[in-house]
């Protein structure tokens, strides 16, 4: 019963360590495709081409 905790609490550990690696990777390219999308929609709002696309119903 002992070593089957210890494998649980191992199990756990490892896989938050894990999940910690991949979103500290990738983090930063969701904040730089947030950044390049707004500025996208921006653009499209602002130039004004009276394209009515899905991304500029926002």
Do not use: R
Not at 11 to 21: Q, R
Not at 23 to 39: C, P
């Amino acid at each position: 019963m002992f070593w089957k905790i210890v494998g649980i609490v191992a199990l756990v550990w490892i896989a938050f360590a894990l999940i910690g690696a991949v979103v500290k990777g990738l983090f930063w390219i969701l904040a730089v495709s947030a950044v390049v999308f707004g500025l996208y929609v921006l653009y499209k709002a602002v130039s004004g081409s009276g394209d009515t696309s899905d991304v500029t119903k926002l």
